[in-house]
């Protein structure tokens, strides 16, 4: 059995990373069209896209001593789009290898941006999920995030948004 380790990704963990992310995504290919596939794609094995993310984002990993298990960014406030407001920060692609799903690795990871979000003065943490990630739906329920609203389908699915008060 690999051991565990949670850490703060640095920059020579991009490989990897990738690697995980496309791992952990792949079993979306079969449910989305072959153009949002592509797109989905892209946004995991694209270097810049990766290093654009890693540096405005905290990154965080699993790290089992043979690779990555999961990984996960926490974008800080500052940074909105046209789902997330200014002033929230937002979590981003979780990934979890499926070798090593049910173990609590997106739970801790989730737990991770948390902590970092609250020790960074956040006050609001957003989040958004859709109809084909029922497993992510269910682990943000349990860990408190409120479900928001309904937003326009993306790589043609259902998605909603999701925050937590981190102001309490």
Not at 15 to 38: G, H, P
Not at 39 to 67: K, N, R
Request: glycine share 8%; hydrophobic share 40%; charged share 20%.
């Amino acid at each position: 059995m690999d051991t565990l380790n949670y850490r703060s990704a640095v920059a020579a963990d991009a490989a990897a990373i990738r690697a995980t992310s496309l791992q952990s995504y792949r079993q979306f290919e079969k449910v989305l069209s072959r153009e949002y596939w592509e797109q989905m794609h892209h946004g995991m094995t694209d270097p810049g896209v990766l290093d654009e993310l890693m540096s405005i984002a905290a990154t965080f990993v699993c790290d089992t001593g043979s690779g990555l298990a999961g990984v996960v960014f926490l974008v800080p406030s500052g940074h909105p789009t046209p789902i997330y407001p200014a002033n929230w920060a937002y979590i981003r692609r979780l990934g979890v290898d499926p070798a090593f799903r049910s173990m609590g690795v997106g739970r801790r990871l989730i737990e991770l941006c948390i902590e970092q979000a609250r020790i960074n003065g956040e006050k609001i943490l957003g989040l958004h999920t859709g109809t084909m990630m029922p497993e992510a739906r269910r682990l943000y329920d349990r860990l408190g995030f409120s479900l928001i609203k309904e937003l326009e389908p993306l790589l043609g699915q259902q998605y909603w948004l999701y925050s937590m008060d981190l102001s309490q």
